[in-house]
């Protein structure tokens, strides 16, 4: 049965699955293909799914966590998190931006996710705008919606780096929030700190630069993405383990409001309350022991970096126009047809998937994942050549 013509389903839901049906159909197209071609002949770059073991450190201080008995360990704590691991946070992020953060400015969170929608939560009144930058991570229509908010989509310039001026046209007495993301999902791209401070120059109060970054030290030929908190005055970090650690399915990341904004006291205190009521309580108690003891542990970039530069030459000796990406683990390159979703049906008869650019609010590319095995990668690039030629006659 349709959810639409289903009246126990919200209509707003209905739709919303109705929109985020991408990677739902990528997915369900997959298993179709591997039934048909078997599993080994289906090169799936569609997911953003960590395909590494987490670093030895994390692994180490999970034993070490499980294996110590504390009074209430596995209890209800501050909505917040444990105090000593916000406190270990905030003394490691003091040091890496010279913010000086103390525990209060921390909350632990439920992943990056979790720490989107609970400032989102704290800030928007129904009706309230929040701005994203094209192209997007596609959950953040939903973060925002959740609350009532509307979606204001601003592209990107050519080099999709944030288009200041559009921006700026973009921010209306509503306006309560700016999402940004660096290093991108889905280009790769590493906002520079010119376009940083030019954006301090015109975010107006009350509004927000929430800063997703997941993606932060996930970064290739040694580039480290400018920091955050010492450019944009009114930012509050989104930081999640998930990528950093590979381990997206443990939930545990922070948000870091700058204890310098006028209204710190008050933003900590909604934040702290919408976590609660958007039934997150508390992050999980022994994740947040683990990255408190290692939250600098990383996964090897290197990896990474090793399967962007295979897949990137490839694509460009065979005449696609795909952007090196700085961080992240995703490639965005130009689709060889206009119609992104045309050419992804041609990259899926070479049992290649991957995610029209139509699914990130800008037509005429493709997000490839490197969390793709190398094997699958290297064995996949004749079809990605096949594609081309056919696109091309
Ligand atoms: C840009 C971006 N933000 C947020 C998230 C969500 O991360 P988490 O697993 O920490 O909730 C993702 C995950 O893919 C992402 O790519």
Redesign the pocket.
């Known amino acids: 049965m349709s959810l639409t013509t289903n009246s126990a389903i919200a209509g707003s839901i209905a739709l919303q699955m109705e929109q985020s049906s991408w990677i739902r159909r990528m997915f369900e197209i997959g298993i179709q293909l591997r039934r048909e071609r078997g599993a080994e002949n289906v090169f799936d770059f569609s997911l953003?799914n960590p395909e590494v073991e987490p670093p030895a450190a994390v692994l180490d201080a999970l034993r070490q966590v499980v294996s110590e008995s504390r009074l209430h360990g596995h209890g209800y704590m501050p909505n917040a998190g444990f105090p000593e691991v916000r406190a270990a946070i905030a003394r490691n992020l003091a040091a890496r931006t010279g913010v000086p953060f103390g525990a209060e400015d921390i909350l632990m969170t439920?992943?990056?996710?979790?720490?989107?929608n609970t400032v989102l939560k704290a800030v928007l009144d129904p009706g309230d705008e929040a701005i994203v930058l094209s192209p997007y991570?596609p959950?953040?229509r939903f973060y925002i919606e959740n609350h009532g908010g509307r979606m204001v989509p601003v592209d990107t310039d050519e080099h999709f780096q944030p288009d200041i001026p559009a921006i700026a046209r973009a921010i209306g007495p509503r306006t309560k929030a700016l999402i940004l993301?660096s290093p991108?999902?889905p280009t790769g791209v590493v906002y520079t700190a010119d376009v940083l401070r030019r954006l301090d120059r015109i975010v107006p109060e009350p509004m927000l630069v929430v800063s997703?970054e997941?993606?932060r030290p996930l970064t290739y030929d040694g580039l480290t993405p400018p920091e955050t908190f010492g450019i944009l005055r009114r930012a509050v970090v989104?930081w999640?383990?998930?990528?950093a650690m590979a381990i997206?399915g443990e939930?545990?990341?922070y948000l870091a409001i700058a204890p310098h904004l006028p209204e710190a006291a008050a933003l900590r205190s909604a934040c702290t309350f919408a976590s609660r009521i958007l039934g997150y309580i508390n992050a999980p108690a022994i994740w947040q022991l683990v990255v408190g003891r290692v939250p600098d542990a990383t996964v090897d970039v290197s990896r990474y970096q090793e399967k962007r530069d295979l897949l990137c030459d490839a694509l460009h000796s065979m005449g696609y126009h795909a952007p090196r990406p700085q961080g992240?683990f995703y490639v965005f390159p130009k689709t060889p047809l206009p119609d992104d979703v045309a050419f992804i049906r041609l990259l899926q008869a070479e049992g290649i998937l991957a995610v029209p650019g139509t699914g990130f609010g800008r037509s005429g590319y493709m997000r490839l994942s490197l969390t793709i095995s190398k094997d699958d990668l290297v064995r996949s690039l004749p079809g990605f050549e096949r594609a081309m030629g056919r696109a091309r006659s």
């Not at 999640?240 to 990528?243: D, E, L």
């Open positions: 953003g439920n992943g990056a996710a979790g720490a989107i991570f959950e953040y993301n991108n999902n997703d997941p993606y989104a999640s383990w998930s990528k997206p939930r545990i990341g992240s």
